[in-house]
């Protein structure tokens, strides 16, 4: 295959060099996110001191940038596992270079949007709450209410994606091991769990691997499809809609593909890794963009059809309000860089341009966030009584813990190419062409 | 596992020449074309309503397999898949059913739609409600037969009100020859863009064919460079397979709103237009499964189907099961929590009705339990006879929860009293259901002469396709 030109030798160097001694830039970059981590820090420590009342949240909108963000990084960890456990399953070749930081990333995503949910209860010290257990009160969660159901898929999910991706790296990893030294040999060859790649370990890896990507299949369905569920059994108008569990699985792919290629295209650079991260492997990855873009678009027009269709005057009436009340600017934002901007992708010159996949990916993140801002916060401003109506803006303390929650993500990931292989050095190995293969057709 | 390498494919299949259905199998499908054309009529002379209900249920799923068959094969040549590329053209080939669903539309527009939409009622309604003033002041002098008649005319008159009060958008977008006239455009274009995909990939294998045996095959008009030609079929495909795929999804949704959800015109859902075009998408599959076991094995092919074909299209059959029983349940579970009337009366009537429930959830298990169940292992989907079996269950049950969908609204729906009485009896479901099956075998009858028509006349696979070598030796 054309696209895969790299020579077996080089795999081992090119890739553990993001693990050498740190570049003066990278120390400056992870500074940078620690202090805006210490923003969003500094803004919860405010917000825990003061009461919610420092959030912009009051009633009627009682779920605002909090729960945004929650679907919104929950949205972000669906690349991570459609890519290495579905197009594993399909056996996509050009999934091998990306799905280990796609999969990291999902991780880190998650562990992202579990902040949420507790900064979002307020009282952070009882979040534990929320987790079903014996008790001297009999007291137990709501089961019947679907932000519980939440706290479950969203906990299995990272169980899943975790284990799934510990599995993956042990190969890695004990090539790591196998070339340090001294103290970090000792906790490599730990993380290892005593990998020595013989035959027996590989065949049993690789049936464990099927079966966890199998596993991980239908988790990418149901965890957003639980957390759409947390609007869409609710009958508040905007929300209430058979539609929302695929359409919002397909903007969480939709949205995590577009950040996997936001990371992945400067990364490349930064490690001059344009070999192994080629111009095939984001044309593949734009392709999926657009057609999950698509099933969002596709989405979007339905629910104004039905809502039309209905003769609901309450549905008729939000669907009216999101494109020409108070919150359409986010909404025409959200049709724009969702339905509008990756549309350039048709066209093989754009997809082949990286400062514009670039460009249209970033467009994408914020598109998808405004997506959910815009279902949250327009259904509750104005829901059926119009004396109860109210309207929501973001606080400072609001924006400042968004803008930490993605220097957090992004702390992780740094840390993360910083210490494991962030392409995977095995299924590098499997795609390229044999070092003796040359030699024997020789013969 | 040991595997012949096959490069002779182009020469056999090029030597053959254009075939026919053999005899025997043209007179089973004429057979079955005049049962169930039979049937429809005498239902007509029976019962209209019954006869209407298997008419668009039948109707509406011939068509959704006719184009989805054809957005298989376009999913194969855009998603680059060299291992469906033997068996190609057998989904392309359901498309040649697609423009006889516009001619089929017609009865449903000028005869069937009263027999079957509450809402083709509207505007003698709306006629009464014009005139109810005068209604009113001869209700008071009249008696007797005279009496009762306004009586029912007044009732019509004042159910007018409330629909137009409560649906004012409806009243506009379902008005026959409006609703009606849509599904022709979209049908209409649904066939100009299968048509174009399927000449783009016939021209180039009838091309090839005709070069190694001139005397069998007809050369394309205009016919140029082989490879040429083939790059630019290629080419041409993958940009209007994807077009295709796109107006297939859309067009589906908008028929299964316009023929189908709007039967029950008070209910609405948003994935049900989605949740339609999917369930297309399992059938095709599971078709072509079907038809790749029989004709393979009867065209003297299957032994360029290697053996991992059936494990592909089994696990997408597999796939596209999980995904149905998933769409399921997200509207079960959204309708039946959000626990609205206007939405619940939808599922109450086709999952506790005492007439209803039974096909409901005989469907569901079907399409979703069984297969699910029986599709796990690899090595049963590797055993075409034994599979073909799940799959025609799940096959039929995507035929009975079509039915499910259907059918009640309409036969709950009497139009004018005495309709559907047979006699003055009226016909339990069961006959409806027989009655739907025959005129079902009626539909697969015609599908079948149609498809094979087209289908004999090309090479069975797309011998000039460049994938088709890896799709036939695979490792």
Redesign the interface.
């Known amino acids: 295959m054309k696209e895969i030109n790299f020579p077996y030798g080089d795999i081992n160097r090119d890739i553990l060099r993001t693990l050498e001694k740190p570049s003066v830039k990278y120390l400056i970059l992870m500074t940078l996110v620690v202090s805006g981590l210490m923003v969003g820090v500094a803004c919860w420590a405010w917000q825990l001191k003061e009461g919610m009342g420092v959030a912009g949240l009051n009633h009627p909108v009682g779920w605002g940038v909090y729960i945004t963000d929650f679907v919104f990084w929950v949205g972000i960890g669906h690349a991570g596992t459609l890519i290495s456990a579905i197009l594993f399953l399909f056996r996509a070749k050009w999934r091998n270079a990306i799905f280990r930081s796609a999969e990291a990333m999902t991780i880190f995503a998650v562990m992202t949007a579990g902040l949420f949910p507790i900064i979002h209860v307020g009282r952070a010290w009882v979040a534990w709450w929320l987790v079903p257990y014996p008790n001297q009160r009999e007291l137990w969660v709501n089961f019947r209410s679907p932000l519980l159901w939440d706290v479950f898929a969203v906990s299995t999910y990272f169980s899943v994606s975790s284990i799934f991706f510990c599995v993956g790296l042990l190969p890695d990893i004990a090539i790591i091991r196998d070339r340090a030294k001294g103290l970090r040999r000792k906790i490599y060859a730990m993380l290892a769990l005593g990998w020595d790649s013989s035959n027996h370990q590989w065949r049993h890896y690789m049936a464990g691997y099927g079966f966890f990507a199998a596993l991980a299949t239908?988790l990418v369905?149901s965890v957003h499809?639980v957390v759409s569920?947390d609007f869409?059994?609710?009958?508040v108008p905007g929300w209430?809609?058979?539609?929302?569990?695929?359409y919002f699985v397909a903007g969480a792919v939709f949205s995590g593909m577009a950040m996997v290629m936001t990371i992945l295209i400067p990364f490349r650079k930064i490690f001059s890794l344009e070999k192994y991260l080629t111009i095939w492997h984001f044309d593949m990855m734009s392709r999926l963009v657009l057609l999950t873009s698509?099933i969002v678009g596709?989405?979007y027009l339905?629910?104004y059809?039905?809502a039309?269709?209905?003769?609901?005057p309450f549905e008729g009436f939000i669907f009216w309000e999101r494109g020409f009340g108070k919150y359409a600017a986010p909404f025409w934002l959200m049709i724009f860089c969702n339905m509008i901007a990756p549309l350039p992708l048709w066209f093989k010159k754009i997809r082949h341009n990286l400062m514009a996949v670039f460009w249209i990916t970033v467009l994408i993140n914020v598109g998808m966030w405004f997506e959910r801002f815009n279902i949250i916060v327009s259904s509750l401003a104005q829901e059926f009584d119009p004396f109860a109506w109210g309207w929501y803006m973001p606080s400072m303390i609001e924006l400042g813990i968004t803008f930490g929650s993605f220097c957090w993500f992004f702390m992780w990931f740094f840390l993360f190419i910083r210490f494991f292989p962030s392409l995977a050095i095995t299924e590098m190995k499997e795609i390229a062409k044999p070092p003796m293969r040359d030699a024997k057709e020789a013969h | 596992m040991s595997h012949h390498h096959h490069s002779d494919y182009v020469e056999v299949i090029s030597a053959k020449g254009p075939t026919q259905l053999s005899g025997r199998m043209k007179g089973i499908f004429i057979t079955m074309a005049i049962v169930g054309i039979a049937a429809f009529a005498l239902g007509l002379l029976v019962d209209q309503k019954a006869a209407w209900i298997a008419y668009l249920h039948n109707f509406y799923f011939f068509t959704g397999l006719a184009a989805g068959g054809l957005v298989v094969a376009a999913i194969i040549q855009v998603a680059r898949a060299m291992w469906g590329r033997p068996i190609k053209r057998f989904g392309e080939a359901f498309g040649a059913f697609l423009p006889l669903t516009i001619i089929l539309l017609l009865p449903l527009w000028f005869f069937g739609a009263e027999h079957l939409y509450e809402w083709d009622e509207w505007p003698e309604m709306k006629a009464q409600y014009e005139q109810m003033d005068s209604l009113k002041s001869q209700l008071a002098s009249a008696s007797g037969e005279a009496k009762k008649e306004l009586e029912v005319n007044l009732n019509m008159a004042e159910a007018w009100e409330s629909v137009e009060h409560?649906?004012?958008?409806?009243v506009w977008?379902l008005q026959r020859d409006f609703v009606f006239g849509r599904v022709l455009i979209y049908l209409i274009l649904l066939t100009l863009l299968g048509i174009k995909f399927m000449n783009l990939s016939r021209r180039p294998d009838l091309g090839l064919a005709n070069e190694k045996n001139p005397d069998l095959w007809p050369q394309p008009a205009g016919w140029g460079d082989l490879d040429a030609e083939v790059g630019k079929a290629q080419a041409g495909m993958s940009k209007w397979g994807v077009l295709y795929c796109?107006a297939f999804?859309?067009l589906i949704?908008m028929v299964s709103?316009d023929l189908i959800m709007s039967l029950d015109f008070r209910w609405?859902?948003?994935?049900?237009?989605?949740w339609n075009f999917t369930s297309y998408i399992l059938i095709s599959w599971g078709t072509l499964y079907l038809v790749a076991t029989n004709l393979g094995d009867s065209s003297g092919l299957s032994k360029y189907f290697h053996k991992l074909i059936y494990h592909d299209l089994g696990k997408l059959v597999f796939g596209f099961t999980?995904v149905w029983g998933?769409?399921f349940f997200?509207?079960l579970?959204?309708?039946w929590?959000?626990n609205?009337s206007?939405e619940s009366g939808y599922l109450i009537t086709r999952i506790h009705h005492d007439v209803w429930a039974k096909y409901g959830w005989t469907a569901a298990v079907m399409v979703f339990a069984i297969p699910f169940v029986l599709g796990l292992g690899k090595k049963r989907k590797m055993k075409p006879k034994t599979y073909s079996v799940v799959i025609l269950i799940s096959i039929m049950g995507l035929w009975l929860e079509r039915f499910v969908l259907i059918a009640p609204a309409s036969w709950h729906y009497i139009r004018t009293p005495g309709e559907g009485e047979v006699a003055g009896y009226q016909p339990g479901v069961e006959m409806l259901l027989g009655l739907d099956l025959v005129v079902f075998l009626g539909f697969l009858g015609i599908f079948c002469l149609v498809v094979s028509r087209y289908l004999f006349k090309l090479p069975l696979m797309v011998i000039s396709d460049p994938r088709l070598d890896e799709g036939v030796n695979r490792h």
């Open positions: 239908p369905l499809s569920w869409a059994v609710s009958i209430h809609s058979t539609i929302f569990a695929p698509s596709y989405s339905t629910e059809f039905i039309w269709y209905s003769d609901d | 409560k649906y004012h958008h409806k977008w796109f999804a859309f949704s709103y609405f859902s948003t994935m049900f237009g989605g999980v998933y769409l997200a509207q579970m959204v309708i929590y959000g609205l206007h």
